[in-house]
């Protein structure tokens, strides 16, 4: 057994998710207008044949079919690029942390999965995006508590303040007792 393995079977495990974890893999053109139908294509065939070895087709036709409104009769680019960006979190960053999660608990030990789905008010991306990877930081390290700093937003609300600290002190308690 790998040695790394064991020594964090140790310990309990936190870990989190936030609602768009794939942003960054869209350009701002992209994230603004949307993207079309063939441009999915491309970029979940691209993704299929980075990951998988066999059945290629197949699995781009279930991402695609798994992925895609089908109760709208027509597709708006807007909503295709949010279904693509949900199914490449999903694929890239939900699933493996939830794997992970997995594996660590069939170990005997504790495994906690949070989704962090706030937005902030003034933060720096559109709010139909919701929640964007590395959001949640901020309001971890206490950002709103003394008015931001380095690169995260100045502006934060009231309810952003109390936010921070409810997030601070729920991974303070984890961190004290597990």
């Given at each position: 057994m790998d040695s790394t393995y064991v020594r964090h079977s140790r310990?309990?495990?936190m870990t989190g998710v936030t609602r768009a974890e794939s942003y960054f893999s869209f350009n701002s053109?992209?994230?603004?207008?949307?993207?079309?139908?063939d441009r999915r294509s491309k970029i979940l065939r691209t993704y299929v044949k980075n990951t998988y070895s066999y059945h290629l087709n197949e699995i781009l036709a279930t991402i695609v079919n798994?992925?895609?409104?089908?109760?709208r009769p027509v597709q708006h680019p807007i909503n295709i690029r949010d279904e693509t960006m949900?199914?490449?979190?999903?694929?890239?960053i939900v699933a493996p942390i939830a794997q992970t999660a997995n594996i660590h608990s069939?170990?005997?030990?504790?495994?906690?999965?949070?989704v962090f789905e706030y937005q902030s008010k003034f933060g720096d991306y559109p709010q139909r995006q919701g929640c964007i990877h590395g959001e949640d930081?901020?309001?971890?390290?206490?950002a709103p508590l003394v008015g931001g700093f380095n690169h995260f937003t100045r502006n934060y609300t009231k309810a952003e303040i109390a936010l921070s600290e409810a997030?601070?002190?729920?991974w303070t308690n984890f961190i004290r007792t597990g």
């Open positions: 310990y309990d495990l053109e992209d994230v603004q207008y949307g993207i079309e139908a798994e992925y895609t409104d089908w109760e949900e199914a490449l979190s999903d694929a890239q069939a170990d005997h030990r504790n495994s906690f999965l949070y930081l901020p309001y971890v390290f206490g997030v601070m002190l729920y």
